[in-house]
């Protein structure tokens, strides 16, 4: 099993163009997340999905959305990137609403 | 906003010593978990202590949780320069997703 896997690893934006993320994981988990995380502020929660075809927002939703189409993959879009959302993002699944969370290698996005 | 904080902020100490963070949160949780995550990587799933439970053991780890006061330490004994990283604790309040502290980085000298 690969676990969860994210791409793209690396990305250079420049300000206002827009970008996915993808983040697929094998191991059949109902609940995803994806989080960003910046110098001194710990994991912030963006969206998070609790099964195929629904997303809720977290606590730093604004600027990013997210699709849930598939049960394997958990897509995060910024429409039009900002210098603000230059972090690295995490995305992580789990089985069951209160267990253990798997986490991707994360993706380092940096918008100029 | 973030629901546990980890005390200290940094922690360094030398190979065969014993490391002990602490964690500190808000509402009432679930469970409470730990995680490492080393320089560019993502976390890794340490230990997850139940609410009913007091103390954890796993391998050279242990885990106390004091719901009462609302704190959690996580103890690493006889540290290797391999435990080097950043400590993470984290809380299931809501049943929605872990909410995470800020973080203690650890680092191990030989």
């Known amino acids: 099993n690969a676990g969860v896997t994210q791409t793209p690893k690396f990305r250079v934006l420049k300000t206002g163009q827009s970008m996915t993320l993808l983040c697929a994981q094998d191991m059949n988990h109902e609940y995803m997340y994806w989080y960003r995380q910046d110098p001194g502020m710990g994991l912030r929660l963006i969206h998070y999905?609790?099964?195929?075809?629904?997303?809720a927002k977290g606590e730093v939703p604004d600027g990013y959305n997210v699709s849930r189409l598939k049960k394997q993959n958990f897509l995060l879009g910024l429409e039009s990137a900002a210098p603000s959302q230059t972090s690295v993002y995490f995305c992580?699944?789990?089985?069951?609403?209160?267990?253990?969370?798997?986490f991707g290698p994360g993706t380092r996005l940096l918008v100029l | 906003s973030q629901q546990g904080e980890e005390d200290p902020q940094a922690l360094s100490i030398q190979e065969g010593e014993n490391a002990t963070m602490n964690c500190s949160y808000k509402t009432s949780i679930n469970n409470l978990q730990w995680y490492r995550q080393n320089s560019g990587r993502g976390l890794v799933h340490l230990i997850l202590i139940r609410s009913n439970e007091r103390e954890k053991h796993s391998g050279r780890l242990r885990v106390t949780l004091d719901t009462s006061k609302k704190s959690s330490s996580l103890l690493i004994t006889a540290s290797r320069a391999a435990d080097t990283a950043s400590y993470f604790c984290?809380?299931?309040?809501?049943?929605?997703?872990?909410?995470f502290g800020k973080g203690t980085t650890l680092s191990v000298s030989s």
């Open positions: 999905s609790v099964g195929e075809g629904t997303t």
């Open positions: 992580a699944s789990r089985r069951t609403p209160t267990g253990t969370q798997y």
């Open positions: 984290a809380t299931d309040a809501e049943e929605t997703a872990l909410i």
